[in-house]
């Protein structure tokens, strides 16, 4: 095929090459990325405080007195007086043994002792018969002597028998086994009928007093070395004499009664380096029984002028250490390695790495990286819940981020 060239030709070309640059620019336009919007964190601004310093330590619940009941004579048990599992007082009868052969001991020790003082009394005119005949010389002094020695020997077995009525005594009396103290009697180990001898191993019942009650609370050598320190350096600060214990059960709720410290042991034990606190705690409502485990959280002082950086905003790097990422005066991200001391409550507290009045964030920073430019929203954290709360100024604006709750485990 033949094509004939014209002179419109070169005009067509022309405007080939226009609508082609045209296009060209069209699809550059709608190319270009749009512009990403700056990322939002939460923050949470440091402040240096007064923390009060606790240990939270595991406890056990027992009782602040006990007793083994046993009996203290033989016999046959008569009757059982008391409810199993019931609040007894001190002196309260709990069983009675056979008095029979005890009331008959106690009679015949009466009468022996009504004997002697007779034999006494005789004793006693016959020596002063004998003083008068030797006044008068009637009598020899050999034969005064005699009966002075047999009213002394008189008057010594009054004493004795005197004493075996008191013991006759004491014995039917143990016949009534009473509560030596008061509290919550277990259940009974013999039943009526049953033989019973004096001073057995076995325990008729065990009592044990449950208000007050103590909980052994075991400490490391280690904090207690560590807590020393901190005080000697002055970062910490004792908060008493009279320091305050408080206990968390496996239920749910803290225990309501807040407890003290009575006394530590003087000692490390050899094989497991830790050593005894017990604590006194009311017990009212009989809730604590003893061989409970408890967590007990102690008051050990005061660190002044101290941050606390909340958890969930402190992770680690690779070699272990703590570290944080918080939002500059000129908006930009930056990582920090801390120094941290313990953990508090959902909080660490930090010893150093922090400044007064920085910003930490605490949601969003696994999406940011250190130079990144952001925009901190400032809130606060719940320290019940754990949940992230906003500012009064933040709640006026509204948050981009909705501040979720934080998730429990």
Same mark, same amino acid.
């Given at each position: 095929?033949?094509?004939?060239?014209?002179?419109?030709?070169?005009?067509?070309?022309?405007?080939?090459?226009?609508?082609?640059?045209?296009?060209?620019?069209?699809?550059?336009?709608?190319?270009?990325?749009?512009?990403?919007?700056?990322?939002?964190?939460?923050?949470?601004?440091?402040?240096?405080?007064?923390?009060?310093?606790?240990?939270?330590?595991?406890?056990?619940?027992?009782?602040?007195?006990?007793?083994?009941?046993?009996?203290?004579?033989?016999?046959?048990?008569?009757?059982?007086?008391?409810?199993?599992?019931?609040?007894?007082?001190?002196?309260?009868?709990? !069983?009675?043994?056979?008095?029979?052969? !005890?009331?008959?001991?106690?009679?015949?020790?009466?009468?022996?002792?009504?004997?002697?003082?007779?034999?006494?009394?005789?004793?006693?005119?016959?020596?002063?018969?004998?003083?008068?005949?030797?006044? /008068?010389?009637?009598?020899?002094?050999?034969?005064?002597?005699?009966?002075?020695? %047999?009213?002394?020997?008189?008057?010594?077995?009054?004493?004795?028998?005197?004493?075996?009525?008191?013991?006759?005594?004491?014995?039917?009396? !143990?016949?009534?086994?009473?509560?030596?103290?008061?509290?919550?009697?277990?259940?009974?180990?013999?039943?009526?009928?049953?033989?019973?001898?004096?001073?057995?191993? %076995?325990?008729?019942?065990?009592?044990?007093?449950?208000?007050?009650?103590?909980?052994?609370?075991?400490?490391?050598?280690?904090?207690?070395?560590?807590?020393?320190?901190?005080?000697?350096?002055?970062?910490?600060?004792?908060?008493?004499?009279?320091?305050?214990?408080?206990?968390?059960?496996?239920?749910?709720?803290?225990?309501?009664?807040?407890?003290?410290?009575?006394?530590?042991?003087?000692?490390?034990?050899?094989?497991?380096?830790?050593?005894?606190? /017990?604590?006194?705690?009311?017990?009212?409502?009989?809730?604590?029984?003893?061989?409970?485990?408890?967590?007990?959280?102690?008051?050990?002082?005061?660190?002044?002028?101290?941050?606390?950086?909340?958890?969930?905003?402190?992770?680690?790097?690779?070699?272990?250490?703590?570290?944080?990422?918080?939002? =500059?005066?000129?908006?930009?991200?930056?990582?920090?390695?801390?120094?941290?001391?313990?953990?508090?409550?959902?909080?660490?507290?930090?010893?150093?790495?922090?400044?007064?009045?920085?910003?930490?964030?605490?949601?969003?920073?696994?999406?940011?990286?250190?130079?990144?430019?952001? %925009?901190?929203?400032?809130? %606060?954290?719940?320290?019940?819940?754990?949940?992230?709360?906003?500012?009064?100024?933040?709640?006026?604006? =509204?948050?981009?981020?909705?501040?979720?709750?934080?998730?429990?485990?």
């Amino acid at each position: 095929m033949l094509i004939k060239q014209t002179d419109n030709a070169p005009r067509l070309l022309v405007g080939s090459a226009l609508l082609a640059l045209a296009l060209g620019a069209c699809n550059n336009e709608k190319a270009a990325p749009p512009q990403q919007p700056q990322a939002q964190v939460s923050v949470v601004v440091l402040h240096p405080q007064s923390i009060a310093v606790t240990a939270e330590l595991p406890g056990r619940v027992s009782a602040s007195l006990i007793a083994e009941v046993r009996p203290q004579v033989s016999g046959i048990i008569k009757s059982r007086l008391f409810k199993e599992g019931s609040e007894v007082k001190a002196g309260d009868l709990l !069983y009675e043994i056979d008095p029979a052969p !005890y009331q008959a001991a106690f009679d015949s020790a009466v009468a022996a002792e009504q004997k002697a003082e007779a034999a006494a009394v005789n004793a006693r005119l016959r020596a002063d018969r004998y003083r008068e005949l030797l006044q /008068r010389n009637a009598a020899s002094q050999q034969d005064t002597d005699d009966a002075k020695a %047999t009213l002394a020997q008189a008057r010594a077995d009054v004493a004795a028998a005197q004493a075996s009525v008191e013991t006759a005594r004491i014995n039917l009396a !143990y016949t009534k086994v009473t509560a030596p103290i008061g509290g919550r009697v277990d259940k009974s180990t013999l039943t009526q009928g049953a033989l019973v001898t004096a001073n057995q191993t %076995t325990a008729l019942t065990t009592i044990r007093q449950l208000e007050p009650i103590n909980v052994d609370v075991i400490q490391s050598s280690t904090n207690l070395l560590n807590f020393r320190r901190a005080v000697s350096e002055g970062r910490l600060k004792l908060a008493g004499s009279n320091v305050a214990v408080k206990l968390k059960l496996d239920t749910g709720p803290d225990y309501p009664q807040t407890g003290k410290i009575e006394f530590a042991e003087s000692s490390i034990d050899l094989t497991t380096g830790t050593f005894t606190v /017990r604590a006194e705690f009311p017990n009212p409502e009989r809730l604590l029984l003893p061989g409970m485990f408890v967590r007990a959280v102690l008051e050990e002082g005061i660190a002044p002028n101290s941050f606390l950086v909340p958890q969930r905003a402190v992770g680690r790097n690779t070699k272990g250490q703590a570290t944080a990422k918080f939002v =500059g005066a000129d908006g930009k991200v930056e990582e920090r390695v801390l120094v941290t001391r313990r953990n508090l409550g959902n909080n660490w507290l930090i010893d150093e790495g922090v400044k007064d009045g920085e910003r930490v964030i605490v949601e969003g920073g696994q999406l940011v990286r250190p130079g990144q430019t952001v %925009t901190g929203n400032e809130v %606060t954290i719940d320290e019940a819940s754990g949940e992230l709360k906003p500012t009064s100024r933040q709640a006026a604006v =509204g948050s981009p981020l909705g501040y979720a709750p934080a998730a429990k485990n």
